[in-house]
């Protein structure tokens, strides 16, 4: 299973800017789909996550700005960044919670990362 993140870039402060994410290869599911982010010296950080269902969660600092969604059928994840600021700079990884071809449980994976940088 592989996970192949687009987007990113560089965006002004108030600006926005749409993450996509795509998984590939032999599964036989895809439960929860997410956002992470993990700025420099920092932990990485849940931002959104989506369940198979379509139920959201958000981080306090994502909520009202940020909207995650996802496509069943495309095996697409996206996040749409709105009102960026500064503080939201940070490599962006798409995750997945996918049970592979053959398994009998899910296992999570990662995206390899693009970076958001919001100028001021």
């Known amino acids: 299973v592989q996970l192949q993140a687009y987007g990113g870039g560089l965006v002004q402060a108030g600006g926005s800017l749409a993450l996509s994410c795509v998984a590939s290869?032999?599964?036989?599911?895809?439960?929860?789909m997410a956002w992470y982010r993990q700025a420099p010296g920092k932990q990485r950080d849940l931002v959104a996550l989506?369940?198979?269902?379509?139920?959201?969660k958000y981080a306090d600092s994502a909520k009202g700005r940020f909207t995650i969604s996802r496509d069943n059928a495309k095996n697409t994840v996206s996040l749409q960044m709105n009102s960026l600021e500064p503080e939201d700079t940070a490599v962006y990884y798409c995750?997945?919670?996918?049970?592979?071809?053959?398994?009998?449980?899910?296992?999570?994976?990662w995206g390899q990362g693009t970076l958001v940088t919001v100028s001021s």
């Open positions: 995750s997945a919670d996918v049970r592979g071809a053959g398994m009998s449980t899910s296992r999570r994976y």
């Open positions: 290869g032999r599964f036989y599911s895809i439960y929860d």
């Open positions: 989506i369940t198979k269902s379509g139920s959201t």
